[in-house]
């Protein structure tokens, strides 16, 4: 690639931030307005760019079409029971949007109830969250548009199938807790942002960059306009509290989770439905159960006054116990101890049950409790995989789990206490791939402080470690996120079709070993997730799978930062780093959208202590000459309202300023924006098909590897 041939960024100098007494210039601060004209003339220069580099990939369009091929397969959702029918998704292959469909018992015919694709010629319109009333009667969801966590909630009549008058807006970051009567629900939204005061949501929502802040919960009673929603809760000096609404199984009590941020704590609220509400001012009085951010509370089932709840509370891997919240001093009672494994999610079933699932060295073990905390049995799981997803409920006597791995693309199980046995209830099959070809191992390496880290390899069977083995190496390394083991159709014509391997390496940060494993990689901790990721690639290459030149790294949001932050320490280590919708300049990620929910994870730069690491490791600080890069692609989208895209903006723009014009730069450093794209929600199968042509083939070019058909 030329090296003069980079877009003429403008870089000012005039705005220089002081940072407890360090003056620091952020060149590219207008590139933060996504609607000025400079930086669309900016968006178009550099697509126009990268779209010449992809033009010269080899195979691209070889890689697009056996993606379509292989994911042209049926994908079902896990079937879940609400009032008298079974509910499930289903894509049959390649629509851009899954499927509701709905059937009276699990041998009849299914009837389409909900597509989405109808909704827009592209598919960018999509569904978020749903949720069925207590008698199966309504059905409440979330409506996304190009990809924006803005959501407009609409209901749907299941007996009559007419889509009621209510439309919620301004929704985001919400669930939607129905009342037992049906006749309304619980959600939270924020106010219109000040683009758009005054207006109905457009489509053009999800490109303001703005910090969201005050969020209220309101009560939404069926047939009413949004205007007239009652309010129940907010705290008006505390506009950076998120809420999280529920309603008990028993119909009761109605459940408010308060969190500040990021940060696995919560305080917990509750009100009895069956009393009249007392007011303060505007506001209802709920009984404070929990008033701190000490602990994490997950509500699970409760007898009456007795609730069942999943907290981390002494107990860095969870732990399982009761508290009467009619007793004065809240006093709690364990069922299932604090172990080893970490407890990862219990769902109650067959009245006096729980299924509980447990994170083993990554590897999922799914086990039957009683209510009393005995273990009763272990499931026996297909392989080294995750339980993708999982439906049941307490007054049922059956539940369903979806089961994936690296080379198994999803089995759902049926269990039914009736006959007390797990049996296969429908198996995906991808047409042209064999699993029994490849393999999937999990190893062990140290870190530099010499931290034990697992590390996932997958692999053609046979294949010989010959030191130039293409690699391509994932992480993310953060916000109590276990990567555990997924199934990808790209990853599959990686392996398959460039004999290459794909790794994934279990950082700190996440939540395989629990809550101390997470504490490892945050705040002035971050560069252990770094060190950690960096030891990967050094392992890989020790033990002979490969060579630097042949490893590409990848990561999305907070991954992305991990690839563009080990780029920048170790360019001599990698051929490719593929940073996807990256958090990449640390000193001011919290001042947009939601950004500021992520300082218990990195902290602050507002705060002197924390700005002295920031400053050490943001991507966007840290471009330095005098090595020469490997390949570089960002890929963004332009209704990103999570990870805003100037990160990636300002990034790419100081990478090629730096680097761009020096002789010993041959490796192109280019972005990828997409338009009517967000942080990948509810993306379009055709969009999400041609991102992963463009970045593997991308991968592959870099590493200098060959497609064999």
């Known amino acids: ?117 109808k909704w827009s010629e592209d598919g960018t319109v999509s569904i978020g969250v749903t949720s069925f009333s207590e008698s199966g009667k309504y059905l409440a969801y979330a409506v996304h548009q190009s990809g ?40 939270c939204r924020y106010p219109a942002p000040k683009l758009f ?12 960059t703005e910090k969201v802040g005050k969020q209220k919960v309101y009560y939404h009673s069926l047939g009413t306009p949004q205007s007239q929603d009652k309010l129940i809760y907010y705290v008006d000096d505390q506009p950076e509290w998120m809420y999280g609404v529920s309603v008990s199984e028993d119909g009761r009590y109605f459940m408010l989770t308060i969190s500040e941020s990021c940060e696995r704590v919560n305080r917990l609220y509750i009100l009895d439905l069956q009393l009249e509400p007392k007011m303060n001012g505007d506001i209802v009085v709920m009984d404070k159960i929990i008033d701190n951010f ?93 339980i993708e997803a999982m439906s049941g409920k307490r007054n049922h006597t059956e539940f369903f789990f979806k089961f994936v791995s690296f080379l198994h693309p999803g089995t759902i199980f049926h269990y039914d206490f009736a006959q007390e046995k797990l049996i296969v209830f429908r198996e995906a099959t991808v047409k042209g791939f064999n699993p029994d070809e490849f393999q999937t191992e999990q190893i062990f390496y140290n870190s530099k402080d010499g931290t034990k880290i697992p590390m996932f390899v997958c692999s053609k069977k046979g294949s010989q470690k010959n030191g130039q083995t293409p690699v391509l190496l994932y992480g993310y390394g953060g916000f109590n996120i276990s990567i555990t083991p997924s199934f990808s159709v790209s990853r599959v014509v990686w392996m398959q079709h460039y004999e290459a391997i794909y790794a994934v390496a279990n950082i700190r940060g996440g939540d395989e070993y629990g809550e101390e494993w997470h504490q490892g990689g945050i705040k002035d901790r971050k560069q252990n ?4 990721f960096q030891a990967a690639a050094e392992t890989l290459i020790k033990e002979g799978y490969t060579t630097p030149k042949k490893i590409g790294i990848m990561g999305g ?65 840290t471009v330095k000459k005098g090595k020469e890069f490997p390949s570089l692609l960002l890929t963004t989208g332009d209704h990103d309202d999570r990870v805003v895209p100037a990160h990636s903006f300002k990034y790419i723009s100081e990478v090629q300023y730096q680097l761009g014009k020096e002789e010993y730069q041959h490796n192109p450093l280019v972005i990828r924006i997409e338009v009517k794209a967000g942080h990948g929600h509810g993306k379009p199968m055709e969009k999400i098909l041609r991102e992963s042509a463009d970045v593997f083939s991308f991968l592959a070019w870099s590493l200098k590897t060959s497609f064999k058909a």
């Open 529 to 532: 997730v770094f060190d950690d």
């Open 1 to 117: 690639m030329m090296t003069d041939a980079y877009p003429d960024t403008r870089r000012d100098n005039s705005v220089v931030d002081d940072f407890h007494g360090t003056k620091v210039t952020d060149h590219y601060r207008w590139l933060e307005d996504p609607d000025s004209e400079e930086t669309r003339q900016w968006v178009d220069a550099q697509n126009k760019i990268t779209d010449s580099v992809l033009a010269r990939c080899p195979n691209r369009e070889d890689i697009f079409n056996r993606l379509k091929e292989l994911q042209n397969y049926p994908k079902f959702g896990v079937p879940s029971k609400r009032g008298d029918s079974y509910y499930f998704w289903k894509n049959d292959g390649l629509q851009n949007q899954s499927v509701l469909y709905r059937q009276q018992t699990l041998t009849s015919e299914p009837e389409l109830f909900l597509d989405p694709n």
């Open 294 to 386: 000490q602990a994490e509370y997950e509500y699970i089932t409760n007898d009456g006054p007795l609730f069942y709840l999943l907290t981390n509370l002494e107990a860095p891997r969870k732990r399982l116990i009761t508290i009467d919240i009619t007793s004065d001093k809240k006093e709690s009672k364990e069922i299932i101890p604090h172990k080893k494994n970490v407890l990862q999610y219990i769902m109650p079933v067959n009245k006096d049950k729980f299924v509980v699932s447990y994170l083993q060295d990554v590897q999922e073990v799914l086990e039957l409790y009683s209510m009393t905390g005995q273990q009763l049995e272990t499931f026996a799981l297909p392989t080294i995989g995750t």
């Open 557 to 621: 949001s907070n991954g992305g930062l991990l690839v563009a932050a080990c780029v920048n320490q170790r360019p001599d280590l990698f051929g490719c780093g593929i940073a996807q919708v990256g958090v990449l300049d640390m000193l001011r990620f919290h001042k947009f959208t939601i950004g500021y929910a992520w300082c218990s994870d990195y902290g602050c730069a507002d705060n002197a202590a924390d700005f002295e690491y920031l400053y050490k490791y943001s991507p966007l600080h």
């Open 148 to 187: 924006s966590d803005w959501k407009i909630i609409n209901v749907k009549d299941t007996t009559t199938g007419e889509v009621l008058s209510d439309k919620l807006e301004w929704v985001k970051f919400s669930g939607i807790a129905w009342t037992h009567d049906d006749k309304g629900f619980y959600y």
């Open 197 to 208: 005061e005054g207006s109905d949501q457009t489509q053009k929502a999800g490109t303001e």
